[in-house]
């Protein structure tokens, strides 16, 4: 049980396809994901995250890309045997998702740019966030891969309005919030953490739950499966044990969809 506020989490964010609108045919969808793990999970998963790279792709300094992981395993019965070593690996640890899905289509008819893209996301992301710190009582630092300087500021100014306004419809004011949400810092792929590699696995997720039905899933790839079937497991679900946390709880979005 967590019960202190000295409890720390650390929240890895990635993300998946681009925040241009206006390739909305191509790439419908721009989804960001937060992993959220307690800092005493992190060096036991990363034990057992370099292992499992380099049981399947030779190197524990292999970077896992979803994007690119069935083509370096080549071949049939490689995806097969790894997707069963993910499976075993997700459902051993115990962390949470939260994640926005933007329909670029429908940003696209808004008239939404890049940077509104970018800003809604993140705003949505961060708001469930901190109000996750809270209801925890936990100390949070975000962690990002470094993208590109333009990105990279919106991401930072959207956790600093959260350190300056708060929530003000839930009472949360900027003290609360600077109390909960400590620190945000920007890594690149050298980093080589095991938490940004597995959130950038879940990224296809949430377009993977849009686009499919319950038809379409046997024919998603091992991976994909094992993938989804996780991500619906450790998006956060959260029940107050105290009154005056019954609506924080119920404002926590673990997935949102934008416009």
């Known amino acids: 049980m967590i019960s202190n506020v ?108 890049k940077n509104t893209v970018l800003n809604r996301s993140y705003r949505s992301l961060f708001s469930n966030l901190l109000k996750f710190l809270i209801a925890k009582n936990l100390k949070g630092q975000v ?18 309005h959260y350190l300056v306004n708060g929530i003000s419809n839930l009472n949360i004011t900027p003290q609360e919030s600077k109390k909960h949400l400590t620190s945000i810092s920007f890594v690149t792929k050298f980093n080589n953490d095991p938490e940004e590699q597995i959130a950038d696995l879940y990224g296809v997720c949430p377009r993977l739950k849009e686009e499919i039905n319950n038809k379409d899933i046997k024919n998603l790839n091992p991976i994909q499966k094992v993938l989804l079937a996780s991500f619906e497991k450790k998006l956060f679900i959260g029940f107050a044990k105290k009154k005056d946390k019954v609506r924080l709880y119920k404002e926590i979005k673990s997935t949102v969809k934008l416009p």
């Open 143 to 160: 962690v990002s891969e470094a993208s590109n300087s333009e990105q990279d500021i919106i991401i930072y100014q959207n956790v600093f």
């Open 6 to 113: 000295n409890k720390k989490y650390f929240i890895f964010i990635d993300e998946s396809g681009t925040s241009d609108v206006k390739s909305f045919k191509i790439q419908p969808f721009f989804t960001v994901v937060g992993l959220m793990i307690g800092e005493n999970n992190r060096e036991k998963m990363k034990i057992d995250f370099e292992d499992l790279k380099l049981k399947h792709f030779g190197s524990k300094n292999y970077v896992i890309h979803n994007t690119e992981i069935r083509r370096d395993l080549k071949t049939d019965i490689k995806i097969k045997n790894f997707s069963l070593d993910l499976e075993k690996f997700l459902n051993k640890y115990n962390f949470f998702i939260l994640s926005t899905n933007v329909d670029k289509e429908k940003a696209f008819r808004l008239g939404w740019s």
